[in-house]
């Protein structure tokens, strides 16, 4: 009887390490690479937590096979060579099939073409907006392997210039960030605004954080512009503004969607951003839709769920969670095959949040197709990973953020090609 009981607190006490290490080797890491710090890092932490949450309700919707999936998510700083360290980092030791990330354009190119290309993994950005990233595609340099969950800027600039007009900003002075993001919204926009019959006035790139931004102000105030277009990140933003403000340019403004923030409000002031409007990748409201704004900010620990990028970070984070389920393994080109299927337009429509993702994870082991209809809306991506409209249009007034209107991909497809 004795040698029963030793036999047994031995067996027992062999298996107690053995069951979590286990349970990690069941474990499936995704990298994360977002700007948790540096002039986007508001976007960055939103996004984060978002895929977070994401990884959470599947994860107690039963996993991959009963495995879990963990975040392995690090600081890319706002800087584009930090950002491919850390990529090549999760990559080459870390092992990872897919990278989600970065949230700005300057941060998910390089690692697109420096990193996740060359490597076959997939890569997904909730808020990544440059047309180079489908130029890219259109090129063949991204192996098929990059997917996003915003609309390119190549029509968001052409709803701005709409926009823009319909407000009755004729004659606009522009700031914008020196990076692809900036260049490219710029391009878009400017092209359509003065097709369109707007004016433009000058045009003035800055580099990213520095501390005054007082000489760029006063050159953009020359020829009299009505108002400003702002192009920037909500750290730089609000030091642009109120050097624009300060110097006496008119307190009418033009904004671009990272600008929707209230950290970007408080730093400039409410009083002076009544007559700021903006467009954002808008969303077509979903029961996902309604389960994030319930949800997420009790999970975030107090970041609002209209933070810039906090609903598309979700969808990016869903949508990877899926597709490893359909894979069933940690397979980089199966994952990435496995995304179109996951959002099927003919598939079962399946929604955010643990309830629905057990519900999808069984229609996935039946062999059913899915539609993952996300916090943005239903999804669906093209050959180069994007996604078309709609457009959010929205102001500020007394430091609240309020949609006014939305501007269909259709419209805006149709105003574009009016302008060739």
Known sequence: MKKTLLLSTLLAALAAPLAPALAADCDITIGVVMELTGPAGEYGQAGAKSVEMAFRDF???????????????????SQGNVAVDQATQLVNIKKVPVIIGGIISSISIPILTSVTAPAGVVQVSPASSSPTLTALGREGKTN???????TSDALQGTAAAKYA?????????????NNDFGVNMVREFRAAYEKLGGTVTSVTPYNEKQSSY?????????GDPEALYLVSYP????????????????????????????????????????????????????ASTEYFNANYEAFSGGIKPDAPAADRSYDAGAIVALAVAKA?????????????EVVAPDGTPVHAGKDEFARALALLKEGKKIRYEGVIGPIAFDQYGDITGPFRLWRIKDGEVTTVGEMSAEEVGKIKAGLK
Not at 60 to 73: M, R, S
Not at 165 to 177: F, P, R, S, T
Not at 328 to 340: E, H, L, Q, S, T
Request: hydrophobic residues 40%; contains cysteine.
């Open 144 to 150: 098929g392997i990059f997917f996003r969950t915003i």
């Open 59 to 77: 994860n107690e919707a039963g996993g991959v096979n009963g495995c879990k999936l963990v975040t392995d998510t690090r600081d890319s700083q």
């Open 328 to 340: 069933g393994k940690r397979d980089a080109a199966a994952i990435k095959a496995a995304i179109p």
């Open 214 to 222: 007082a000489s760029e102000a006063s050159a953009a105030m020359k």
């Open 235 to 286: 750290v730089d933003g609000a030091t642009i503004a109120r050097a624009w403000i300060s110097g006496g340019g008119p307190q009418k403004f033009l904004l671009n969607d990272g600008m929707n923030s209230t950290d970007f409000i408080n730093s400039v002031g409410a009083q002076y951003l009544n007559e700021a409007f903006g467009t954002s990748s808008g969303t077509n409201p979903t």
């Open 165 to 177: 007009l319909d407000q009755g900003l004729k004659k606009l002075a522009i700031i914008h960030v």
